[in-house]
């Protein structure tokens, strides 16, 4: 059964910078995207970025210029180096995989806290 484990969340001051990473365990023979999301306490899960198998990037309009989505299909990680942030990009962060022709798998989130 593959899994995710993410890392890199934290507590950091407004400005700084914090890089996510996800890694999959377990046997994906090919995957279609990769993305990240985010909810924020008393709102829904949004989507931040993703990064298709073809290269292709996708980021939410309050992340655009700031956040950075690279993957590893061969590796199967996926990164989001988070810059300039923000108060209101507190939340907990989600990866998810899309495996080719199968089902998303999710992450079990990192929070990241973005506070003086």
């Known amino acids: 059964q593959v899994q995710l484990v993410e890392s890199g969340g934290g507590l950091v001051q407004p400005g700084g910078s914090l890089r996510l990473s996800c890694a999959a365990s377990?046997?994906?023979?090919?995957?279609?995207?990769m993305a990240w999301y985010r909810q924020a306490p008393g709102k829904e899960r949004e989507l931040v970025a993703a990064l298709t198998r073809y290269g292709s990037t996708t980021y939410a309009d309050p992340v655009k210029g700031r956040f950075a989505i690279s993957g590893d299909n061969a590796k199967k990680t996926v990164i989001l180096q988070m810059n300039s942030l923000k108060p209101e990009d507190t939340a907990i962060y989600y990866c998810?995989?899309?495996?080719?022709?199968?089902?998303?798998?999710w992450g079990q989130g990192t929070q990241v806290t973005i506070s003086s």
């Open positions: 998810k995989i899309k495996p080719l022709g199968g089902l998303p798998i």
């Open positions: 377990g046997s994906i023979f090919s995957i279609s995207t």
